[in-house]
C-alpha cells in the first residue's frame, strides 16, 4: 500500500523566513513524488515534481529514499506563498493512482 | 488541449435527497479518473478512482458512489444524502501512461447538505 504523510496541518512562518513542509512516504516500489499547490479561489494545481529537480517559485523539493522524504523548502517565504500544500505519491504498475496526503496550510505573516 | 469539467459549482441538498455531480474530459482518451473530497482539517482524500469504463474502484466506505459510463464521464452519485456528506469535491484525471503521472483537477463542487 502507498501512503503519504504530511505531520503538520499547519505552518506559520514570518515573511523572509525559511520554509519547510514536511512530507514522509511510504511506498515498496519506485515512487513519483509531487507538490501540488492551491491558492485561494485557484484550482489546485501541480507545483513540482522529484523527476524534474527544478525550482518553482524558488521551491525544491529533493527526494531522500533513505527517509523516504520529500520535503519542500523555500530559503525566503513571501507572502504570495500563503497556500495549501499538498504532497503526492504515484506507484507504478498496471495503472497509476496518486495519493495525497493531507495537506499544510502554509501562512506567511507579513 | 485537455481539459476537465466539473459541475455544479455550489449546491444545497436537503437531507436525504439524492445527488449527482457530473465531470467530464476533453482531449485526452483513457484517462485515469478520480473524485477526491476536500474537507477542513482533513485534507484530500481519495472517494474513487477509475482506470477505464464502468471500473470504479472505492478507497473508504460511504454513503456515495461512482459510475463511468462514457470514457471521458465520470459521475458522483448518493442515494441519501446525509449531513455529513457536506464538503468540497474534487474530480481529477491522469494520463493513463507511466511516463506522465501528474493529476489535473476541476474547479469543484462546494455541496452543503442541510
Known amino acids: 500500500a502507498q501512503r503519504v504523510t504530511q505531520p503538520e496541518k499547519l505552518l506559520s512562518v514570518f515573511k523572509g523566513a525559511p520554509v519547510e513542509l514536511k512530507c514522509n512516504y511510504s511506498y515498496s516500489g519506485s515512487p513519483e513524488l509531487f507538490w501540488y499547490v492551491q491558492y485561494s479561489r485557484q484550482r489546485l494545481q501541480l507545483l513540482l515534481r522529484h523527476i524534474s529537480r527544478e525550482s518553482i517559485k524558488g521551491f525544491t523539493a529533493d527526494l531522500n529514499k533513505g527517509e523516504t522524504s520529500f520535503h519542500l523548502k523555500k530559503p525566503f517565504a513571501q507572502e504570495e506563498d500563503s497556500a495549501m500544500y499538498y504532497c503526492a505519491l504515484s506507484g507504478g504498475g498496471g495503472y497509476q493512482k496518486v495519493t495525497f496526503g493531507i495537506g499544510t496550510k502554509l501562512q506567511v505573516i507579513p | 488541449s485537455q481539459t476537465i ?57 460511504q454513503n456515495l458512489s461512482a459510475s463511468r459510463p462514457q470514457d471521458r464521464q465520470f459521475i458522483l452519485s448518493s442515494k441519501k444524502l446525509l449531513l455529513s456528506d457536506s464538503g468540497f469535491y474534487l474530480c481529477a484525471w491522469s494520463p493513463p501512461d507511466r511516463g506522465n503521472t501528474e493529476a489535473f483537477f476541476g474547479q469543484g463542487t462546494r455541496l452543503t447538505v442541510v
Open chain 2, 5 to 61: 469539467h466539473q459541475w455544479p459549482a455550489t449546491l444545497v441538498q436537503p437531507v436525504g435527497s439524492p445527488l449527482s455531480l457530473e465531470c467530464t474530459v476533453e482531449g485526452t482518451s483513457n484517462p485515469n479518473l478520480y473524485w477526491y473530497r476536500q474537507a477542513a482539517g482533513r485534507g484530500l482524500q481519495l472517494l474513487f478512482y477509475s482506470v477505464g469504463i464502468g471500473q470504479i474502484s472505492s478507497e473508504v466506505p
